[in-house]
């Protein structure tokens, strides 16, 4: 049975649902009891449990007790905060696994919000996948819809290892009341620009994974393929649908993992349309749409004619709103790289 | 015992706060101003009250609630609302906004992780003594900030260095949802001063001349150069973290409790009955803070956005 | 006092630990083992005191210096060697090596980083508490790592979680060459445990029969379910930081100072005083440890290296 | 007058002679006493600052100490202690001048030990600088000889914003006699591959500086392009040679700074070469590999024939010294992957 479910209610019932089945499943993290209020009111205190400012020990312990037979799921608030506990996170967290030879595991999910487009400032709406990516033993998940949502939010708490699942402010409802007051606006998706698609969906009852490593083709195209994650997708198809109004026929991949990252997805698209855009939310350099860049380099220089990125600038992120929009990707700028491709 | 002029001086400190940040409420819910704004109401008395000790090259570093700091230390409204609002005018051209208030005329910075600020106020005091200028440096954080490794590493390190620092711990009793006597080992952090071998206090920061009073002994301390110390003072967010906080989590009563003790009655009551002011004098101070406010609001509404070349600027220089 | 059956395992524990680590610091020096080694010589008595109460299912978590900790613990000195000389039949196949050994049957770990095994210490003893099992976790750490804030935000929420954690704090007096007395602002970390409303207490870590005494509530403490407590052992690293430290930073005469309190003598005075055990009852342990540490070399320098495949196994499992 | 300096040497003096002309530097760190000895004697403890073990702390505070008007010069020890600091450099030291719209300045130097190669174990020998190319307000230089260590570092001295230095330690010797314990070994060049040109070279006494943003070429040749950083600059050059006795021409680039990145220099060389091998000793993905081929796709799509990237495996450094050889790049895996290009 599927109904239609909002990105962040997709997100909690496969939580809700992971853990009224396996009861070494727990959710740590600041104020956890009130953003994960009816998980608490179902699974109680011993099994959503608060933290101080902490970051740095209530990651640790997480991770401590994932190998020590339980199933942790971090709740970082947002994604920014990573930096404080970097350390447990890329010398820890994600090293025992390997240098242990596989005699410690470490099950264990990260779970944050991401990105920009709600003027929070410099340290509240970064991405910064292209550092989680970048960390050897992390898998990293980034959904566009509340399917994926749920899909690889059900992966993330079976995988053996340790992932990070980063969800988007703009898709995740909650998040965008709680730090970009939409309650204020009379049209707060017209306000943000929320993409409904992303925001609402179809979501089946019963649990299902969706694949680690597995892109998504989300519109199908053979004159130019755009790469993206997360919102970006969004902001990429509308574009594609613009241009398709003309005769242009785009391709849209969401990658949804960039650990494991789905390499002959890019790969095969490219090939058929010789034209590449990365779109990318993190900051342009050393990050993503690199990464996108070598993977066709290395399998298929030959085939590529055009390569183009639309990314966030290599700079912090500007509070003004006006700031904002320059800095990060749009649809305005995403056009623009594509018409310039398509000429 | 306080001076009639020091007391008048913190209710006019207090009462800027309060209606800059009535205002920036209003403000917000209109939708011009974006992302969260996390208000100082009801902690006034803290940062008047040790900021009233403080001049304009001491540095002070605050975080994501620190508009009462940077107002109580003199700031330019104008510039200061027009930031909020993300305008060209603004303290950072619109860069920084709410939780990223810099104002290098009075070496004040701020910003939104928390305890990230504690060891940049170290920094600060560094250079100074280097210097040798008898400065302070003061940084203003939460009780949830206590809990941070930064507190307990910057703590450390002011002392080992013996540095012009005075540490202020607004202890509001939460962190969003998550109440201090929860996330909090020991019922007072002032207690954790021992650890460092320095001064630790706990005031009652919903009492102006209380927190001038126990501040004053601090700065003068550091500014002797005889080091760092801690003080707590004890005060209460009225309006919750911040504006879309409906409190829920609050034990019934408490947020009452709280805002029986209004430091800014409080003040006027003892400024009153000490006969260093009457009734309208009082009035005479809300009334010019009311138009320097609504000036302040008019000037950042109708100031220009930033360019949007600025959006590439300053990332070095 | 103790009994004459603990004196004698703890003799044990210690001679193990003093015995490999000369034969470490010697296999070393051949280059047989790459990069650092920290050895555990002067401290044996903190590991042998804490451990001699722990079992095989108790979590311990050490840092750098963390082979007195895991062969205290009981580890194949086989395995242990064989892992120093990165070979496949090392406790991590040679992929771990001095600063990260892991032995899952032990439920030990370790690393390089200061202060990073301390959250991870929660985290087993979380794990724990939540199944009910009244197991301890213990994690060793150095003066040094007492500033880190890992510390900090360990303590703390060990303490509010009531966690069954016990915290061994090793004051060698050093880390590599800065002196805790410049860069820790109190004179004993234990004092800092007040700061997490926990026990902290120092104890003579040159005397196993004290450490072994000190330890003992603390440990039954937190198995009956009272929560975390940290224990200051005072001692000192007879081989300096690292095998290629020249110790030219110590005070003149510190050294030899601490030397003279050398905790393996004293113990075998104690035993052969009270009448536990004679010199030859001691000479006999000795004998069969330096038999057990030279096979251990034996096999270890007799093993397989890891064949190159394994270089991409186990990034995920 | 120019003489033979050691890498180790060449840092040191163009301190030194930084330190003597402006009393506002001062460095701080953990040991620096001891490490710094020469200019802990020179300048005092007032200027040569031991630290606990409390990088958040000391890195935080420099950073106010720069925007206080000094400039620090901050003794990190190890790159891979960067984690426990993240905080402080990717939150705070890089955004304060963007988000103060430039009325605040942190000239700041943060100097770190990097690589591995000797054996020790996976939190002591990483790379990184991946992640640090990546944050926005940070650049990061990366010598690879003498000369270039003391003009890198006289140009990170003086510049009026955060710097990341990063000396790796098969070049700075000290490091490798206390952390490798090179006395040990009769011919330590040979235990460690030391490379004589990065190890030990020419150094002019007086003042200069290495401009950041300006990549060297290493070696001229017009059948691959070689683009490296560090250390394996010299493993590249070392088959370049052998390459060179079989008439192939191979043309070796080297970096020098990651930002700014010398974008031109590389897309000119592709452009005669048509074939790109990047060499990188930190993680694969999402990193120096992925930026490089993205500067050629977007400049010179058409011109790439060939591209491949010899770099450390995504994997944690595994501490046997068998296995770090087979995922550290090495001269055996660059030639392998240059031979397969060269057919
Ligand atoms: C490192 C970090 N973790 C979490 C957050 C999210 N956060 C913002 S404010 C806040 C509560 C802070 O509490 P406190 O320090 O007591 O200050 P108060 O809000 O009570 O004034 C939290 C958890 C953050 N900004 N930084
Ligand atoms: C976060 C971090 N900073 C610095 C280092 C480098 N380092 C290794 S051991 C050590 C000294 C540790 O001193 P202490 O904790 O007292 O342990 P001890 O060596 O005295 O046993 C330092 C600074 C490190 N490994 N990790
Ligand atoms: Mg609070
Ligand atoms: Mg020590």
């Known amino acids: 049975m599927t109904r239609e479910l909002t990105f962040a209610e997709a997100i909690h019932e496969a939580i809700e649902q992971e853990m009224a089945q396996d009861s070494n499943i727990f959710i740590v993290g600041e104020d956890v009891q009130l953003l994960r209020h009816p998980l608490f009111e179902k699974f109680g205190e011993e099994r959503v449990i ?50 242990s030879a596989g005699q410690l595991t ?20 970064q991405a910064l996948w292209g550092f989680l990516a970048h960390i050897p033993g992390l898998k990293v998940a980034i959904p566009s819809t509340p399917y994926d949502a749920k899909g ?6 079976r995988d053996n290892n340790p992932v990070v699942f980063l969800e988007h402010k703009i898709l995740a409802d909650y998040w965008l009341f709680l730090l970009g007051g939409a309650a204020r606006f009379k049209d707060a998706q017209a306000e943000f620009n929320i993409p409904a698609a992303g925001a609402k969906g179809p979501v089946p009852a019963e649990p299902y994974t969706v694949p680690f490593g597995k892109a998504e083709v989300r519109r199908q195209g053979k004159d130019l393929t755009v790469v993206s994650v997360g919102v970006m997708v969004h902001r990429a198809l509308a574009v594609a649908e613009r241009l398709a109004a003309e005769g242009k026929s785009v391709e849209v991949i969401d990658l949804r993992t960039l650990v494991p990252l789905d390499r002959r997805a890019v790969i095969d698209s490219v090939k058929k349309t010789r034209k590449l855009l990365v779109v990318d939310e993190d900051y342009r350099s050393y990050g993503l749409s690199g990464e996108i860049a070598a993977t066709v380099a290395e399998e298929a220089a030959g085939s590529l004619e055009d390569f183009k990125r639309v990314t966030a600038l290599d700079t912090p992120i500007p509070f003004s709103r006006v700031l904002e929009k320059v800095m990060l990707p749009s649809e305005g700028s995403i056009e623009a790289a594509a018409r310039r491709m398509l000429k | 015992m306080i001076a009639k002029d020091v007391a008048l001086d913190l209710y006019r400190r207090m009462v800027r706060i309060r209606i800059f940040e009535e205002k920036t409420a209003e403000v917000w819910h209109q939708g011009l101003i974006s992302g969260e704004v996390h208000l100082y109401v009801g902690q006034e008395a803290v940062s008047a009250g040790v900021c009233a000790h403080l001049r304009a090259e001491d540095p002070v570093e605050a975080d994501h609630r620190g508009h009462g700091p940077l107002l109580a230390k003199g700031v330019d409204m104008k510039r200061m609302m027009a930031e909020l609002l993300g305008r060209k005018t603004g303290l950072c051209q619109g860069k920084g906004g709410h939780m990223h208030l810099f104002d290098r005329s009075l070496r004040f910075g701020s910003g939104g992780i928390i305890g990230g600020a504690l060891p940049l106020a170290l920094g600060s005091a560094l250079a100074n003594k280097m210097r040798r200028q008898n400065l302070v440096s003061v940084v203003f954080f939460g009780d949830g900030a206590a809990n941070q490794g930064a507190f307990h590493e910057s703590l450390n390190l002011a002392a080992v260095w013996k540095l012009p620092v005075l540490f202020v711990c607004h202890d509001n009793r ?31 920061g919903m009492d102006a001349v209380a927190v001038y009073n126990a501040a004053k002994p601090l700065i003068e301390r550091a500014r002797r150069g005889e080091g760092p110390s801690l003080l707590e003072a004890t005060c209460y967010r009225f309006r919750g973290h911040f504006e879309t906080d409906n409190m829920a989590y609050l034990p019934p009563g408490e947020l009452e409790e709280w805002k029986a003790k209004d430091p800014i009655p409080k003040l006027a009551r003892q400024i009153v009955e ?44």
């Open chain 1, 50 to 99: 608060n933290t101080p400012i902490s970051e740095t020990a209530f990651v640790g312990a997480a991770t401590g007790a994932a190998y020590s037979g339980m199933r942790p799921i971090v709740d970082l608030a947002l994604v920014d905060f990573f930096a404080v506990t970097a350390d447990q996170i890329i010398n820890q967290m994600t090293k025992i696994t390997y240098l």
């Open chain 1, 106 to 125: 470490v099950p264990l999910v990260i779970r944050a919000a991401c990105g920009g487009g709600y003027g929070d400032g410099g340290q509240h709406s």
């Open chain 1, 152 to 157: 690889l939010m059900i992966s993330a708490i």
């Open chain 2, 174 to 204: 939460w962190a969003v949802s998550v109440p201090k006597s929860y996330s909090t080992a020991v019922p007072w952090n002032a207690q954790r001063s021992a650890a460092y071998g320095m001064p630790g206090e706990v005031v009652d």
């Open chain 2, 274 to 317: 000490q006969g260093w002011g009457s009734n309208q004098d009082l009035e005479r101070i809300k009334a010019e803070i009311q138009s320097e406010v609504a000036k302040a609001a008019e000037f950042a509404e109708s100031s220009p956005w930033p360019e949007p070349e600025l959006a590439s600027k300053h990332v070095f220089v």
